[in-house]
């Protein structure tokens, strides 16, 4: 059975966002996604995570400039940040956006980062990820396709840097998500789900059979979290009722 992570960026809107963990945990989560963290301290965040029993799976290095040359450095004091973030929370996980560029000099750019990046959050036990996202949504971000991302994945060749495989984005982008989850597994670290249009609940009312991905992310063995970013087309708890069949939902 999946295990469920709610995006507290996304889901419960209807509050703030540290008390969208109790109504989180009011639903029956156990984690957490904290794209947007930095408007509230590092000490806030790990006291509510604590007291409502839930684990933070993974945050967002922001801003996005993980691919985009001649920003290196504002890049590293991102991560310096987001790092600090992680140790506070016990987040083992990290999202490096690789941003916006054209520049041809983006790849290497990228991969030079990740390298030194992996380097300083494997010593702390922090894993980085990297995830394509569609142009419709994102025009000009560099990191756009799987395969594009299992590319760059290779050439860092560290343990400490994975795939984020949003299967919202790659849908749009690509198709084809069962052979794509069956290609890239192996460096696939975390997932997220979302309807196609529209980034909805990933419900029957969109256009991606959820119910069989979710039995293939079984078949294929992972064990990692599968985040819940969409934006529910009305109230947060009215729009679970896709979920109750994985124990999320209640009140």
């Known amino acids: 059975m999946p295990k469920l992570a709610a995006s507290v960026s996304w889901l419960f809107q209807e509050v703030p966002l540290l008390e969208r963990f109790e109504l989180a945990a009011r639903a029956g989560f156990r984690a ?5 963290p930095y408007t509230e301290s590092a000490e806030a965040l790990a006291e509510t995570l604590q007291r409502h029993a839930l684990e933070a799976v993974l945050i ?19 991560l310096t940040r987001a790092l600090a973030y992680a140790d506070a929370t ?24 990740l390298r030194r990046a992996a380097e ?19 025009p000009g971000y560099f990191l756009t396709g799987t395969e594009q991302a299992r590319r760059i994945i290779d050439a860092v060749s560290s343990p400490h840097v994975a795939m984020q495989f949003d ?3 790659v849908q749009i982008m690509e198709g084809s ?22 980034r909805h609940e990933p419900d029957a ?3 991606i059979n959820y119910p069989y991905l979710f039995d ?17 087309r009305a109230g947060t708890l009215e729009g679970l009722a896709w979920a109750r069949r994985f124990g999320i939902g209640r009140e």
């Open 32 to 36: 957490v996604e904290i794209q947007s």
């Open 205 to 207: 009312h969109q256009e």
């Open 177 to 198: 998500l069962t052979e794509s989850l069956r290609r890239h597994r192996d460096v696939i670290a975390h997932i997220q789900v979302g309807g196609v249009p529209g």
């Open 120 to 138: 300083e959050a494997g010593a702390r036990g922090v894993r980085l990820v990297i995830e394509p996202l569609n142009t419709t949504d994102n």
């Open 60 to 78: 967002n290095v922001q801003p996005g400039l993980a691919a985009v040359p001649e920003r290196e450095g504002e890049f590293r004091e991102a």
């Open 167 to 169: 299967a919202y984005h």
């Open 216 to 232: 293939l992310i079984d078949e294929l063995g992972f064990d990692g979290w599968v985040g819940c970013e969409y934006a529910p």
């Open 90 to 113: 016990g987040c083992r996980q990290l999202h490096c956006l690789a941003g916006v560029t054209d520049d041809p000099r983006a790849e290497a750019t990228f991969v030079a980062n």
